[in-house]
């Protein structure tokens, strides 16, 4: 089973978002901020990351750069979810972008380019 961590600091989203992914087949894991989501990173390696860009503490795109310098961590496809317009600096990061709010089709072709974006050891 494909394992993916939710990383939003919203509850609504990351309630709403287990539910769909749960619905569709992936085992779901979260936290709640930046700081939560390394301390899981450090001890579990998800298939995927699902990340916001703006979290308390450590900002997503902060997230992202220490967990690829965690060991096993550096091959995560992460796809970065923000309401801003545009999608910050830094995209080598995250395999795909989904602007909030965004539909659940776009949810699944994102998770589905995060899975190709795999590597072949994964």
């Known amino acids: 089973m494909t394992k993916i961590l939710v990383v939003d600091d919203e509850p609504s ?12 087949g992936y085992e779901v894991s979260a936290a709640a901020e930046g700081k939560e989501a390394l301390e899981l990173l450090a001890t579990t390696t998800p298939d995927i990351v699902l990340i916001d860009y703006m ?8 997230v992202l750069t220490e967990m690829r310098r965690l060991p096993g961590c550096a091959h995560i496809p992460a796809i ?8 910050p600096a830094r995209s080598h990061l995250w395999v795909a972008f989904l602007k909030k709010p965004f539909n659940i089709q776009s ?16």
């Open 80 to 87: 970065l979810m923000s309401a801003v317009a545009e999608p």
């Open 55 to 62: 979290l308390p503490w450590l900002d997503g795109v902060q």
């Open 107 to 122: 949810l699944l072709q994102a998770l589905d380019k995060a899975l190709a974006a795999r590597t072949p050891s994964e």
């Open 13 to 24: 989203i990351v309630d709403t978002l287990r539910e769909i992914l749960t619905w569709e």
